[in-house]
């Protein structure tokens, strides 16, 4: 079974720095029906203007992905990191026993956007930590990426989680497929371009609950970049 949101129909927040559109509750955005997907909790689409951020506030007990699209964040953090995430970086901050952090478009200029995506650690009070990696274009081109795994496998960044998160591109007219394991969920979520998901049509913005398929279709109407989690 596949169940499509689509882009139009996430939360928002907009202010004066911010546009913000929410695939799951967050903040002020509350839909009952929409309150995360397994360990899967937030996917937010943030577009921040040049010098503007989020002021240092805390965390605990999340495992917090930034995958930085457009311009570049500065982040702080209470543990000591310090450090810029650029285009085709993502970094996954563990947030633990409690942490707090500071992220702002580190340009003058220039707007960034970027996904914050959370999931659920399998377990309480984990000692917060930090990891950073470049996903060049090529990695991902016309094949699936990984970029976090429970157990770190070579390449991929660490998340507390029976999860894969995986990227992937197509060019216009190229077709991608993902067999899952029995028992697993998928979240199809469309970062860029258009794409057709077993014949769904899906859009930069959409995203898709999958259960039960005995295999997914990927085909690009356009340049396309996917992020598929693979989850317990």
Known sequence: MILIRRHQERGSTNLSWLD?????????YHDPQHMGFGSLRVINEDRVTAGAGFPTHGHRDMEIMTYVLEGELAHRDSAGTSSVIRAGEVQRMSAGTG????????S????AHFLQIWI???????????EQRAFGADGKAGKWQLIASRDGEPGSLTVHQDAKI???HLSNGASLEFN????RKLWVHIVR??????????????????????????????????????LA
């Open 108 to 111: 003058t200029d220039a707007g």
């Open 20 to 28: 913000s559109r929410h695939t799951f509750s967050f903040g002020g």
């Open 99 to 106: 942490i707090s952090h500071s992220e702002y478009n580190n």
């Open 193 to 230: 371009g258009e794409a057709r998901l077993n014949g769904e049509a899906m859009s930069a913005g959409d995203g898709a609950a999958v259960t039960d398929e005995a295999m997914l279709r990927l085909i690009a109407s356009a340049p396309t970049e996917i992020l598929l989690f693979d």
């Open 180 to 183: 899952p394991q029995p028992k």
């Open 166 to 168: 995986y990227l992937a």
């Open 120 to 130: 659920l650690p399998e377990r309480s009070a984990i000692t917060p930590g930090y």
